[in-house]
């Protein structure tokens, strides 16, 4: 599944990502990754736990906690804080 990065808290390490069906989940970034709003991401973007994502536009694999899944833009922006 392929998604975009639509909101970012850099002091967190959370994104939130739109994915192909409209609806946002939110990552937990477990390492030092360079995320850009706009940012292409693909892999298993709706499945809790720790995963494995690439961000397509910078080429780099990056292992990440999805949070949460299936979320409003509200819902994701709240979670963001």
Known sequence: MQG???????????????????EYSVLGLLGNYDVEVGDVVSGPLQALDEQRVVNETKGVTMTVYIEDIELSLEAALERLG
Do not use: C, K, Y
């Not at 990065?5 to 409209?22: C, F, K, S, Y």
């Open 4 to 22: 975009v990065i639509r909101l970012i808290n850099n002091e967190d390490a959370l994104a939130a990502v739109q994915t192909e069906h409209g």
